[in-house]
């Protein structure tokens, strides 16, 4: 029985019940492909984190471990390891989640730090196979560490190959044997690993298609807020849901969001509500005076120095800007930092800081 009851935390309309009988046998592999099992097939180590041979390999997108797959098959069979009408590909969701639950409707098959590489403990970055607790079925990283891609199809109108398990960058809910996720499959997910399964040729069915699903009834969430500059909705939204304020599984953080759509006045009223001043941007690793001034964000700068934001870096990133270093971002117009380096002497903000 695939999907999680209702009540589950973190359940979501994707995630309803619905039986999977399996046709034919298969095989998992114990852990997620590694850094160097990836490197030794393809010559090349992809990962953006420092490079631990025995992490999972990351930052791949569906096509890079669907050519993996193909690549092992092909020289496993010329070894005469795998049988010729056997292959070595990615899971489906259906068997990806009964080899992950290994006989147990839990969401999950201990504690979150036991069982899984998360937000909490990661400190951003995957980590070393088999060191938490695997499954009763003896599988290692099912959840957390790195997202593990899917034969699936997670939505078809906007395409995007699913994802289980949850990764480093996640909290506790989405590191759940039923949790489903989608990555455009050109994607190179910097949260994005994968696992090997063997099979008969051709011996799979897809999960039903998302349109099999009913319709989701969506939440609106602080981003919707920010979107329409809704301060009624955004109090409704983390009023419901405190950690909103972060949206701690969601990429950019929201107060990015607000600079890269310029809504100073959501920037302010998350940071009236607790938002974190020197949150770093996930993909970039930016707090967000650094991005308001390579955004050239004027009203933003104002806001967030005056509120103490570290400007350490910040005139030396508009001058940066005002030599050209950023040009190749068609947003940034190198004349527009003099008027950042202007204001940020205004507000006595120098590059000896």
Request: glycine content about 8%; overall charge negative.
């Amino acid at each position: 029985m695939m999907g999680s009851p209702e009540s589950e935390d973190g359940h979501r309309v994707w995630e309803q019940h619905r039986r999977v009988t399996f046709v034919n046998d298969f095989y998992l592999g114990k852990s997620p492909v590694t850094q160097d099992q990836y490197a030794a097939v393809t010559g090349t180590n992809p990962t953006d984190h420092e490079e631990i041979g025995d992490a999972p390999v990351d930052s791949v997108n569906w096509d890079q471990a669907n050519e993996y797959c193909l690549k092992v098959t092909k020289l496993d069979r010329e070894a005469g390891v795998l049988p010729d009408d056997w292959e070595y590909r990615l899971p489906t969701e259906a068997e990806w989640e009964y080899a992950c639950r290994a006989g147990s409707s839990e969401p999950r098959h201990g504690g979150p730090r036991d069982v899984a590489w998360y937000s909490d403990n990661a400190d951003g970055k995957p980590h070393a196979v088999g060191q938490k607790t695997p499954n009763a079925w003896g599988f290692d990283d099912m959840l957390g560490n790195v997202w593990e891609w899917c034969q699936d199809w997670f939505y078809t109108a906007n395409p995007s190959r699913s994802v289980r398990g949850g990764s480093y960058f996640n909290s506790a809910r989405f590191c759940r044997s039923a949790q489903r996720w989608g990555w455009n499959p050109k994607h190179r997910g910097r949260y994005c690993g994968f696992r090997l399964l063997a099979a008969a040729t051709g011996s799979f069915d897809l999960s039903p298609p998302i349109d099999g699903f009913r319709t989701q009834d969506r939440p609106p969430s602080i981003y919707d807020a920010i979107d329409k500059a809704d301060f009624d909705l955004a109090l409704r939204v983390i009023t419901d849901n405190p950690v909103a304020i972060e949206s701690v599984d969601a990429i950019p953080p929201p107060l990015h969001h607000c600079i890269y759509s310029d809504k100073p006045e959501m920037l302010e009223w998350l940071l009236d509500h607790g938002a974190d001043i020197e949150r770093r941007e996930q993909d970039y690793g930016s707090t967000p005076l650094n991005t308001a001034v390579v955004m050239r964000r004027k009203k933003i700068i104002r806001t967030l120095v005056g509120r103490g934001a570290d400007a350490s870096l910040a005139m030396n990133l508009a001058q940066r800007g005002l030599a050209g270093d950023f040009e190749d971002d068609p947003r940034l117009d190198r004349e527009g930092y003099r008027a950042i380096v202007a204001l940020l002497r205004e507000l006595d903000i120098d590059s000896r800081q």
